[in-house]
């Protein structure tokens, strides 16, 4: 999970746009970088993913770095709902040659209404 | 939208017992995945499952535990011999194909652990 850089919390306000950061210096050339979020007392929950072009769907945008070694999840307008742990994930190839996901720390979203 | 479902949602149970946990993954998905989540902790990989072997495991995952997929539906995993320190939030996952690239996890709600 030291593949990937998130602040620890972010806030943001209802309604107002939220840009949530990740660093992924090391990424190679091949990986997509995949963001899930947990709410409260739920599973993870798959976010949006992408390679090297923005990416947009009905939840949120991925905004992806020219050098891919930064990327920004992007929520158009937060809502009380979207509090929630947000994790910026590469995939890990684990000993067998398989690649898992690896959740880190993430960033805990606060919205304040 | 087609979910992983896990059963039961809450399970208590003494020091040293078994106890096994249930899961139906989304119906067409041929990968399968076990998670862990200790209160106030990371989200944790125990082991993924794939064509009826396990693909990976972590160190976690030691010889109390196993996992099953006993039909065409079922993914279970099972604690031969619970400890207090076992407590903790199971999330079962599946996706379609191996995960790495192109490919989504879908994580069930999960079950929560009570080892007393």
């Known amino acids: 999970d030291a593949k990937t850089t998130q602040p620890n919390s972010m806030e943001s306000n209802e309604e107002e746009p939220v840009h949530l950061p990740c660093n992924h210096s090391t990424i190679s050339g091949t990986d997509y970088i995949h963001w899930y979020r947990q709410l409260p007392s739920q599973g993870p929950e798959y976010v949006i993913h992408?390679?090297?072009s923005n990416v947009n769907n009905r939840m949120a945008s991925l905004a992806i770095a020219e050098d891919r070694k930064s990327s920004t999840l992007i929520l158009h307008r937060a809502t009380l709902r979207d509090a929630a742990v947000y994790y910026c994930i590469l995939r890990d190839e684990a000993s067998g040659g398989s690649y898992i996901p690896t959740f880190g720390r993430g960033t805990s979203l606060i919205v304040h209404p | 939208e087609p979910e992983v479902t896990q059963t039961p949602s809450h399970q208590v149970t003494q020091m040293g017992q078994e106890v096994i946990l249930r899961c139906v993954p989304i119906?067409?998905?041929?990968?399968f995945y076990w998670y862990r989540q200790i209160l106030g902790q990371k989200v944790e990989f125990l082991v993924s499952f794939y064509n009826n072997e396990i693909s990976e495991k972590s160190e976690i995952f030691d010889d109390q535990f196993s996992v099953e997929r006993p039909d065409g539906s079922n993914f279970t995993l099972k604690i031969r011999s619970t400890k207090l320190e076992d407590s903790a939030m199971y999330f079962c996952?599946?996706?379609?194909?191996?995960?790495?690239?192109?490919?989504?996890?879908?994580f069930g709600s999960g079950t929560q652990l009570s080892v007393l």
């Open positions: 992408g390679l090297t």
């Open positions: 996952a599946s996706s379609e194909r191996e995960w790495g690239e192109n490919e989504k996890l879908f």
């Open positions: 119906s067409n998905h041929l990968y």
